[in-house]
């Protein structure tokens, strides 16, 4: 069975330092993983995802994230915070097999970002 | 490019009143369609998702339906709303079948207050 775990459901951090948001997966297969980024009442905005080629992957705003299958691990990371990624981040697994598409979501991860 | 609309962004509603949310797409042939519901603390549930039109598939037992009218309409409804369907309630977009390393494209969601 597969499944996503956030290790952290809230992280602080101050502005200019570096982020770091971790998550763990289980999974039969070799599966897709994304990072979402959510800022309040808004949707979900994708910020990278890693699909079996590299395995350090950047995505937008200075976010990336590293898949280490050894260690089943998919975290995400970020040099220098800023205010504006102060929101909540859902790491997403996608399972390689079936045909419906059912993403295996974490509970997310708040990051507060302090002056 | 694609595009997803979800409307309304709030709605507060009493008990036992109806309920319809509408989330269409632009820009995209054959999308798998997604109805999410988000509570505080609580992650991301898949409540309804649909391959086709017509296609309808439930995840979880509740007071609310969905209805696919055309390829690009997806519809949330209820009958009679009950306190437990407050929450915030996200329409999403994904490629076909097979595509599993696809990210999912969210709307901005509706904030639903039932009182």
């Known amino acids: 069975a597969q499944s996503v775990t956030q290790l952290d459901s809230h992280v602080s951090v101050s502005e200019g330092t570096p982020v770091l948001l971790r998550c763990n997966y289980s999974?039969?297969?070799?599966?897709?993983l994304f990072w979402y980024v959510q800022h309040p009442n808004k949707g979900l905005q994708l910020l990278l995802k890693?699909?079996?080629?590299a395995t350090l992957v950047k995505g937008i705003n200075g976010f990336e994230a590293e898949f280490k299958k050894s260690e089943t691990s998919f975290h995400l990371t970020k040099p220098s915070a800023h205010m504006s990624d102060a929101a909540e981040y859902f790491c997403?697994?996608?399972?390689?097999?079936?045909?419906?598409?059912?993403?295996?979501w974490g509970l997310g991860t708040s990051l507060a970002v302090n002056p | 490019s694609q595009t997803i609309h979800q409307w309304p962004a709030t709605l507060v509603q009493p008990v036992g009143s109806p309920l319809s949310l509408e989330c269409t797409v632009e820009?995209?042939?054959?999308?798998?369609l997604y109805w999410y519901r988000q509570a505080a603390g609580r992650g991301l549930q898949l409540l309804f998702y649909?391959?086709?039109?017509?296609?309808i598939s439930s995840e979880v037992p509740q007071n609310l339906s969905a209805s696919r009218p055309q390829d690009r309409q997806f519809i949330l409804s209820s009958k009679k709303l009950l306190l437990s369907d407050s929450g915030f309630y996200l329409c999403?977009?994904?490629?076909?079948?097979?595509?599993?390393?696809?990210?999912?494209?969210f709307g901005n969601g509706t904030r639903l207050t039932v009182t």
């Open positions: 997403v697994v996608s399972p390689a097999a079936g045909n419906n598409r059912k993403l295996i």
């Open positions: 999974s039969s297969y070799s599966p897709s």
């Open positions: 890693y699909t079996s080629a």
């Open positions: 820009g995209t042939s054959n999308p798998n």
């Open positions: 649909s391959v086709g039109i017509g296609q």
């Open positions: 999403a977009w994904g490629r076909q079948a097979g595509n599993y390393n696809s990210p999912l494209h």
